[in-house]
């Protein structure tokens, strides 16, 4: 079963740069794509991730993040730009529940499954988590929890990895948040892996010079420790030979023996001065 990428333009979020860069502290700003796909196999329709309920609802974070949303960029209009609507998904599938990446998710109906890590669910509804993962998202899962079929949980660290279809499966991200998963789906050009917030900057994270050889940056943003956060980043970098990387918050690159190739991202133009193909035509 092989699948097709469709990337859903959800909006923009502008971070403060300490949110990314440990140390940081100038007041500059950043602007980061917010985004979701549409994965298509035949008849079967999944969604990985569903933006922010609303520009507004990011201002509960402080002055770390501003939302940023044209009417286009909501998630029922991405989705008709493919011709489907909510009712048509099968599956829903949550990278993790962070405000930026949960806040649609009562569009679809309890006839849509909506699959999260265990883990993640039980961190957000902890009372650990903060303003990230606002009510209005977490309690929607609760009422799914008790409709049969609404909701699938996995268990990614105690199994190493579960199937959601054919060619298309789930393992913990192991950094981020408590219970991020990284989404792996099969496609007629290869392996594409997409990382949630584990990778928020290519450039920043996997193609900037350190002291140390074939080293991975972490950012300031993630709650695990900075060595897991580290080890999640190498081994997310192992997921094979040769695939496609898709960060919720950054354009898509091609990553081979370890190593950023080729990809969409401007920074990564300006920064090597070469051209590079566009991802998501290879994947379509």
Known sequence: MKWTVHTLDLGEVELNTRRL???EQKIDRMTFPVQGWLLTSGDTR???DTGFRSPEILKRIGDAATGIETPEQRLSAQLARHGVQAQDVHYVLHTHLHIDHAGQTDLFPMSTTVVINRRELEYAVSGLSGPSYPPEDIKHLIDRLHSPGALWLLDLEGTGGEQILPGLRCVAAGGHTEGS???IAETEAGTVCFSGDL???VR???????T????????????????SEKIALKRLMQTAPRFFLYPSHDWPVLVEDGRVT????????????RCFCSIGEITQ
């Open 46 to 48: 999944v969604v990985i």
């Open 181 to 183: 998963m990284i989404v």
């Open 212 to 227: 140390l050889r074939n080293d991975v940056i972490v950012t300031s943003n993630h709650v695990v420790s900075r060595r």
């Open 21 to 23: 860069i440990p140390n």
């Open 204 to 210: 920043h994270q996997l193609m900037s010079p350190t």
């Open 262 to 273: 080729e990809g969409g991202e401007k920074t990564l133009r300006a920064t090597m001065g």
């Open 199 to 201: 990778v928020y900057s």
